[in-house]
């Protein structure tokens, strides 16, 4: 398994408020494990949350004592949730912080996700890209309901507008997703400085056409970066089935 992460703070914000994480070695019950959080908040709160919560899940992960993936996920997650908004009513300047999380692992030959916000995890597969995690977003929700197209939602002013966080409310619903791998795929888990800058068919452009991890995450940030990196970037670029590892 090779993978490579990079966290890049944009072209228009002085700070980053995204955070990563990955490891091909086993963490408590898990055999590897992704993560990418985007923070929200100001006073230095979103970076805060995203790096709290990253931190809170693998603490959580490595003491876990369950065996099945999707609970350990899903305490580890709701650990962070408790924690955060705990700290967010005691600590003024933390009001309001939450970060969006998403989180995947590999078990033998099955991906199993999880997702609260609008930070995505993508897998490319036989040349098509599929995007597995839903966005928990406004624009997101009125396309699921046929009020809005696909594409107006993409230019949407109010599309980072976000309707699930980790740490904005007392309780967290965390979406699960599993997803067979049959050998070729590559797996991208990405904020949305980079979903919101990049169309899906030029990330499904350069994760064909460039031949490493670290090839394929720097040209995706660079993307993002060239149409005005209005936004921190954050990617994970996984290849489940590569000998090597690769992370920065």
């Known amino acids: 398994m090779k993978f490579h992460a990079i966290t890049d703070v944009g072209r228009m914000r002085s700070q980053n408020q995204d955070n990563v994480y990955g490891t091909t ?39 876990s004592p369950g065996t099945e993936p999707v609970e350990v996920l899903r305490t580890a997650i709701t650990t962070a949730n408790d924690m955060l908004f705990s700290e967010a ?6 009001s309001g912080m939450g970060t969006t999380f998403v989180a995947a692992t590999i078990v033998n030959e099955e991906l199993l996700v999880a997702n609260v916000g609008d930070s995505r995890l993508y897998v490319l597969h036989d040349g098509q890209l599929r995007q597995i995690t839903l966005d928990h977003s406004l624009v997101e929700e009125m396309v699921r309901t046929g009020s809005m197209s696909q594409e107006m939602a993409y230019h949407h002013p109010k599309k980072h507008m976000i309707t699930r ?13 599993d997803v067979s791998l049959f050998g070729d795929e590559i797996i991208l888990l990405c904020s949305d400085g980079l979903s919101n800058m990049v169309e899906d068919d030029r990330i499904r452009e ?11 995450a720097e040209s995706l940030v660079q993307a993002a970066n060239q149409k005005g ?20």
């Open 25 to 63: 070695s086993p963490i408590g019950p898990l055999p590897n494990l992704f993560l990418v959080a985007d923070g929200m908040g100001g006073h230095n709160a979103g970076d805060y949350a995203s790096r709290r919560a990253i931190e809170l899940v693998k603490e959580s992960v490595e003491q």
């Open 89 to 94: 009513r005691q600590q003024e300047e933390k």
């Open 165 to 177: 966080a980790v740490g904005a409310e007392d309780k967290v619903d965390i979406d699960f997703f």
């Open 206 to 216: 350069l994760l064909l056409t460039e031949e490493s991890a670290q090839q394929r």
């Open 229 to 248: 990196g209005r936004d921190n970037i954050t990617v994970i670029v996984v290849e489940p089935f590569s000998s090597e590892v690769k992370a920065c």
